[in-house]
């Protein structure tokens, strides 16, 4: 079993921070990519980034700039710092691995639960 646990949403003033973590736990044998997704009632879920287990990064049109996403392979960690928050950005944020457990040969996707950030004034 995989487990991915997400943490430091909230509620923040437009032009605000919020720094977005996932920590992925279980019978991990290796991970590869890992990112965010975000979705807004009634619409699908969009990407947000993605890093691949060497660092490179990908980042959405909307977020370039604004949004820095980075990880901690030792820690297995995938981290989301997002400045310049605007009401816009207020969705649930999903933090994804690809992961090989111990007992498996291949990768396979694994989701968080999910975070609310809500930005207003």
């Known amino acids: 079993q995989v487990q991915l646990v997400e943490s430091g949403g909230g509620l923040v003033q437009p032009g605000g921070s919020l720094r977005l973590s996932c920590a992925a736990s279980?019978?991990?044998?290796?991970?590869?990519?890992m990112g965010w997704y975000r979705q807004t009632p009634g619409k699908q879920r969009e990407l947000v980034a993605v890093i691949s287990s060497g660092g490179g990064t990908n980042y959405a049109d909307s977020m370039k700039g604004r949004f820095t996403i980075s990880r901690d392979n030792a820690k297995n960690t995938v981290y989301l710092q997002m400045n310049s928050l605007k009401p816009e950005d207020t969705a649930v944020y999903y933090c994804f691995a690809n992961v090989r457990p111990y007992y498996s040969g291949t990768f396979d996707s694994q989701w968080g639960q999910g975070t609310q950030v809500t930005v207003s004034s």
């Open positions: 279980g019978s991990i044998f290796s991970i590869n990519n």
